[in-house]
């Protein structure tokens, strides 16, 4: 998890003092470097970086419930290699929302990542990771193309995306 060093209001703007990750988040990485898509390799290995920090919310009795390419984030290199940490940006309202289903935190998730069930629990948290690696996979999370309203209507009603060209993978 990337470490998470205060949160405060100082009058007019609120402050969050985070661990720095110099590679930014995913989602920064398919944006900004030409890098429109990630190898299955870079997948897998983004997977079981943040399937630990995933694992410590959990065992610890806390839902995530705000999972993207957006919130894994690529630390600095150690021996070679990017360090993949999972970034719960306001650790207060992930606390909040683990013991109560109906905090706004829950209900206002990002709509193309979202569970079709409406109970908070871990389940949740691995739909959303699933729906990640599609979007790591192919820039884009399934749906994209729709409205939140339409594509919320195919996510709770109709089958559970997959990757367009599984093949590929």
Known sequence: LVGHYGTWFDGKSIWYL???????????????????????????????????????????????????????????????????????????????????????????RKVYWRAPESQVSPAMDIWSIGITFIELAEGRPPLWNLPPPKARNAIVNGPPPSLRYPTSY
């Open 18 to 108: 985070s661990e720095y990750c110099s590679g930014g988040s995913c989602r920064q990485q398919l944006d900004t470097t030409g890098c429109t898509v990630f190898s299955e390799s870079e997948i897998a290995y983004v997977a079981r970086d943040m399937l630990r920090g995933l694992v410590v919310l959990h065992k610890n009795g806390f839902t995530h419930g705000n999972i993207s390419a957006s919130a894994i984030m690529i630390s600095d290199l150690r021996q070679g290699r990017s360090i993949v940490k999972l970034r719960v940006k306001n650790l207060l309202k992930a606390l909040e929302a683990s013991s109560n289903p109906s905090h706004p935190s829950m209900l206002l």
